[in-house]
């Protein structure tokens, strides 16, 4: 099985974070960037599958900034195979689709994986509408995966705590939840190895794509205002609880 | 604005509290609203929440047919042509917008926490990493599609009004799958995204056991939904789609009470909007109780059950 990845460079989860003066986004001079949390998941999956079903994985990146080592040491180091970097920063999630769709038809995958959004922006659309762009059915939201010739089964997490498990056929992209898999590290002679990997920069006019105009611009980006100091209840159990009922009640009114 | 269309999910027929809060949104925002409504629901009522006109896809959505509900959506958006269309940020409205707006070719605000209209484009306040920054989103193209954050607007009581419903035929193109089975959630099925009360339980809660004789007593006591921090779920005490946090489920009740949660980033990240927040927690230092409006510092084995022993009294 041809399968395709997708792996973006973010803002490190536990990075300290400064909105930029424009207050359009945050300042990435200095900051630690690692591979989007969802993605290592799907990262993970896709070699999962392939030492189950055989083939080879290609990762897909899009960012014109996105660092080649971060790539070699949490995609390639792992067990991708070969890496895709599209240079290109569309200013929306439909842009960066549209450029995945045509590299993604390129390279002639059967499916792809993705985090189910990225840590950073947290929109939960790229994945979908890279499957609208392609024409290929989708599963979000994936906890458990597993692969019969070109059939597969999902197990997707719902609202209320409701999953669904489901059954379709490729090509199909599937976006990762937390709990699918557990994430390997990759060992020092895969990482000496994965330097060697090969891994293609493209521009959008190599893969004769357009992100077109942006949709999306941002602006006012602030920390949320800081909450009122609460209030600390005193006293045992019980006269803790019966306090803080009343004050819920009386004075928050929230009972 | 020409219009504003507003998803209005239903249950079996009964409408999500939801809908009358987008509509009533959406009313202040200018322009007429109309609605939509996927299956077989009281279409008509939804005028007296301020939709002029309802549209109705007939077909069978449940359990969650993504295809279908991408096809019949756009078929309305078609008929409708509206500037904005909204949804709550629900698992249907996640699984299908992106969808939508590559089809149409719009632009999307996932989880917003507030909307308005400026020089006639959508602006919608959303947070963004983690919740750590909010920031707004204009939206250049249309049409605009944006999902929100259940609770974020007030709901507005049925002035009783009746609305105009129109069927919309919809053919099915859409690649999908087919769902196979449903499992059904351990938390009684209060939905935490959009419930009311939501507590939640952490690490020390110490074992699966606990966390249900501690933490789901009290949200059954309590009415609420049930939920966990991603140590409690990493840990195995609560569902992974229990999780609340950056990388769970975002909540926005009127009440959260977190009980044996420290309150790192990735926690806050799902549950820093809760409008009253209560931490219990042994550790005085937890971060929890920066954000708290009420703490009690005290051990949750002894507070917790004594919470719901009230909570059963007061019934």
């Known amino acids: ?255 | 604005m020409s219009g504003i269309l507003v998803l209005c999910e239903h249950s079996n027929g009964a409408f999500a509290a939801t809908a009358s809060e987008l509509l009533g949104k959406a009313a202040t925002l200018g322009g007429t609203v109309s609605a939509a409504v996927l299956g077989d629901a009281p279409a008509a009522t939804l005028g007296g929440f301020g939709a002029a006109h309802v549209y109705v896809a007939a077909g069978d959505f449940t359990p969650h047919n993504g295809a279908a509900v991408t096809d019949a959506l756009a078929a309305i958006i078609r008929q409708v042509d509206p500037d904005i269309v909204l949804a709550p940020a629900s698992y249907v409205a996640r699984d299908t917008f992106p969808r939508l707006t590559a089809r149409f070719d719009g632009a999307m605000a996932s989880d917003c926490s507030d909307l308005r209209v400026d020089a006639g484009k959508l602006v919608a306040r959303r947070p963004t990493f983690a919740g750590r920054v909010e920031v707004d989103v204009t939206l250049q193209a249309r049409p605009a599609l944006a999902t929100v954050r259940p609770n974020s607007f007030p709901r507005p009581d049925s002035n009783g009004e009746s609305a105009e419903v129109t069927q919309v035929a919809w053919e099915a193109t859409t690649p999908g799958v087919k769902v196979v089975e449903v499992l059904a959630p351990k938390t009684g099925g209060i939905e935490l995204s959009t419930a009311d009360r939501v507590v939640a339980g952490g690490r020390a809660l110490k074992s699966a056991e606990n966390f249900d004789s501690v933490m789901r007593a009290l949200g059954e006591a309590m009415g609420a939904g049930v939920g966990a921090s991603r140590a409690a779920t990493d840990a195995g005490y609560a569902a992974h789609s229990e999780q609340i946090g950056q990388t769970g489920q975002a909540v926005s009740p009127s009440l959260y009470i977190a009980a044996g949660i420290s309150g790192a980033i990735q926690h806050l990240a799902g549950m820093r909007t809760s409008k009253v927040i209560v931490a219990i927690n042994k550790d005085p230092d937890a971060p929890i109780f920066q954000h708290a409006t009420y703490g009690i510092v005290a051990d949750l084995f002894d507070v917790v059950p004594a919470l719901t022993e009230e909570f059963r009294k007061g019934q």
């Open chain 1, 1 to 255: 099985m041809k399968i395709g990845v997708c792996a973006k460079v973010t803002v490190d989860a536990d990075a300290r974070i400064k909105v930029n003066p424009q207050g359009t986004g945050i300042a990435l001079d200095g900051v630690k960037l690692g591979i989007s949390d969802y993605d290592e998941y799907a990262v993970e999956e896709s070699i999962r599958i392939k030492e189950a079903h055989g083939g080879e994985i290609v990762s897909f990146t899009v960012g014109a900034t996105s660092d080649d080592k971060l790539l070699r040491g949490g995609v390639l180091a792992l067990g991708v195979d070969r890496s895709v970097l599209i240079t290109e920063s569309p200013a929306d999630p439909l842009g960066v689709a549209t450029l995945l769709a045509a590299s993604v038809r390129k390279e002639e995958v059967e499916v792809v994986l993705t985090g189910k959004s990225t840590i950073d922006e947290q929109n939960f659309q790229v994945g979908t509408m890279l499957a609208e762009l392609l024409g290929w059915a989708h599963v979000t939201q994936v906890t458990a995966l597993t692969f019969e010739g070109n059939a597969f089964t999902a197990t997707r997490n719902m609202d209320a705590g409701v999953q669904q498990v489901v059954t379709g056929t490729l090509p199909a992209v599937i976006s990762c939840e937390d709990g699918l898999n557990t994430v390997r590290y990759a060992k020092l002679p895969a990482i000496m190895k994965a330097k060697k990997k090969p891994m293609d920069k493209v521009t959008a006019a190599d893969l004769g794509a357009d992100a077109g105009d942006a949709r999306l611009s941002q602006a006012n980006m602030a920390p949320p205002a800081a909450r009122p100091a609460g209030r600390i209840i005193e006293g045992d159990a019980a006269t803790a609880a019966r306090e803080l009922i009343r004050l819920l009640r009386d004075e928050a009114k929230v009972l």
